[in-house]
C-alpha cells in the first residue's frame, strides 16, 4: 500500500502564494507521475499539473505561467508552488500518484485532499 499525505492548504488574498506539499510512502519499487489535481464546489475534478519522473512536466491552461510544480524523487515528495492566486483557484486540491510497490503493479493512489481558499 501507498500512503500520501499532504500539507500546505489555507487561506490567502487574492495575488498571494502557498506551497503544496505532498509526500508518498509505502513500499515504494518506482513513481511514473505525480500530480496535483483540484476539485472546486459543483465542478468536476480537474488536473492543475503532473510531474514525470524523468522531470517533464504538464499545466492546466488556467495555471500556465503562475503555478510550478516540482518533484524529489528520493523523498517521493511532489509540490506545487502557486503564485498569483486568484479567488477562481478555490478548491480542494488533490495529490496523485502513480507508483509501483513491491506487491503491485502501476497503481494510481490519491491523497485526502487540502483546502485551499483565495479570497478577493
Known amino acids: 500500500q501507498v500512503q500520501l499525505v499532504e500539507s500546505g492548504g489555507g487561506l490567502v488574498q487574492a495575488g498571494g502564494s502557498l506551497r503544496l506539499s505532498c509526500t508518498a510512502s509505502?513500499?515504494?519499487?518506482?513513481?511514473?507521475?505525480m500530480g496535483w489535481y483540484r476539485q472546486a464546489p459543483g465542478k468536476q475534478r480537474e488536473l492543475v499539473a503532473h510531474?514525470?519522473?524523468?522531470?517533464?512536466?504538464n499545466y492546466a491552461d488556467s495555471v500556465k505561467g503562475r503555478f510550478t510544480i516540482s518533484g524529489d524523487n528520493a523523498k517521493n515528495t511532489v509540490y506545487l508552488q502557486m503564485s498569483s492566486l486568484k479567488p477562481e483557484d478555490t478548491a480542494v486540491y488533490y495529490c496523485?500518484?502513480?507508483?509501483?510497490?513491491?506487491?503491485?503493479?502501476?497503481?494510481?493512489?490519491w491523497g485526502q485532499g487540502t483546502q485551499v481558499t483565495v479570497s478577493s
Open positions: 496523485n500518484v502513480v507508483t509501483s510497490t513491491v506487491t503491485t503493479g502501476v497503481r494510481s493512489y
Open positions: 510531474i514525470t519522473s524523468g522531470g517533464g512536466t
Open positions: 509505502g513500499s515504494i519499487l518506482r513513481t511514473n507521475f
